[in-house]
């Protein structure tokens, strides 16, 4: 069973950039198709990216497409996304995603695990 851990959240201005971080202990991480998520007040949880085990393959919510990247290193055993251009309206708890699976997926109550979240706060 594997443990997620975020980090890398903060305050950061619109128009600015902040890379986020996912570390993954206690299983083998290259197993793992992996996903970032997003909650704001009042709102559901919603898709913000995703990736396959290898890293080769990827999507993205359109609202952050452009200007977010997901990517990996399973040596390192983290995954990350860089977050450019941000938008008052990024400003949400940021939770990474874990499954044990070949394919990456961008439905959330297909994930089996999940990290605790780490604050994003994007200013006007």
């Known amino acids: 069973q594997v443990q997620l851990a975020e980090s890398g959240g903060g305050l950061v201005q619109a128009g600015g950039s902040l890379p986020l971080s996912c570390v993954a202990s206690g299983g083998t991480f290259s197993m793992y198709a992996m996903g970032w998520f997003r909650q704001a007040p009042g709102k559901a949880r919603e898709f913000v990216a995703a990736?396959?085990?290898?890293?080769?393959?990827?999507d993205y919510a359109n609202s952050v497409k452009g200007r977010f990247t997901i990517s990996r290193d399973n040596v390192k055993n983290t995954m990350f996304l860089q977050m450019n251009s941000l938008k008052p309206e990024d400003t949400a708890v940021y939770y990474c995603?874990?499954?044990?699976?070949?394919?990456?997926?961008?439905?959330?109550?297909?994930?089996?695990?999940w990290g605790q979240g780490t604050q994003v706060t994007v200013s006007s």
């Open positions: 990736i396959g085990r290898t890293g080769s393959s990827t």
């Open positions: 995603a874990g499954r044990r699976t070949e394919s990456m997926t961008t439905f959330k109550d297909i994930y089996e695990y």
